[in-house]
């Protein structure tokens, strides 16, 4: 069975990092591209950003180039999303799905940027 | 950047009912969309591919159609269980883009 795991997330005051990890089981992780997306409260999907299976292309949204970064460690079945200066309007659900059209989705975790 | 424009945003059906939703993109994205339903409190679900390709678990009363700009999602004898939100994304080219999605109702 497919799973997606994120963890990492919390409450983070406005400027200040913070890491999402995503574990993924039940598939050869390492053949995949992956996304995170998000989710603010009450309102529709973002995509957040990609990377290749074995993290040749990356790609970003505009509302968060330079500020995050996207990375995986295949020998750990691990995606991940390092996020700095963060800012309020980042408050969201972030999701980890594989794949372009994303056939699998985590479960989201809450990150939260708030003084 | 493609705009994924969706229509209505808010859809009012009786179960039974057959009902429409449009998707259209700001450019021609050939057949790179793809259609999911969001439950309440729940994470998206893929509901279609590619613009017509199911996928495998999908009741069958949901089917789709289009190429280019115009997509559709059709969902035959609307069920209680088929209460979401539906968001389609286009992946012809970065950055992906996600329609601003439909709420589907029930009467």
């Known amino acids: 069975e497919v799973q997606l795991v994120e963890s990492g997330g919390g409450l983070v005051q406005p400027g200040r990092s913070l890491k999402l990890s995503c574990v993924a089981s039940?598939?050869?992780?390492?053949?995949?591209?992956m996304n995170w997306i998000r989710q603010a409260p009450g309102k529709g999907l973002e995509w957040v950003a990609y990377?290749?299976?074995?993290?040749?292309?990356?790609y970003y949204a505009e509302t968060v180039k330079g500020r995050f970064t996207i990375s995986r460690d295949n020998a750990k079945n691990t995606l991940y999303l390092q996020m700095t200066s963060l800012r309020s309007e980042d408050t969201a659900l972030y999701y980890c799905a594989r794949h372009g059209g994303a056939d699998y989705w985590g479960q989201g975790v809450m990150v939260t940027v708030s003084s | 950047d493609i705009v994924l424009t969706q229509s209505p945003t808010t859809l009012s059906v009786t179960p039974g009912e057959t009902v429409s939703l449009s998707c259209r993109a700001s450019?021609?994205?050939?057949?790179?969309l793809h259609w999911y339903q969001q439950k309440t409190n729940e994470s998206p679900r893929l509901l279609i591919k590619y613009a017509s390709q199911s996928i495998s678990g999908i009741p069958s009363r949901f089917s789709a159609s289009g190429s280019g700009t115009d997509f559709t999602l059709n969902i035959n004898n609307v069920e209680f269980d088929d209460v979401s939100s539906y968001f389609c994304?286009?992946?012809?080219?970065?950055?992906?883009?996600f329609g601003g999605g439909t709420k589907l109702e029930l009467k």
């Open positions: 450019h021609s994205i050939g057949t790179n």
């Open positions: 994304q286009q992946t012809q080219s970065w950055p992906r883009t």
């Open positions: 990377i290749s299976s074995g993290s040749s292309y990356i």
């Open positions: 039940g598939f050869t992780f390492s053949n995949y591209g």
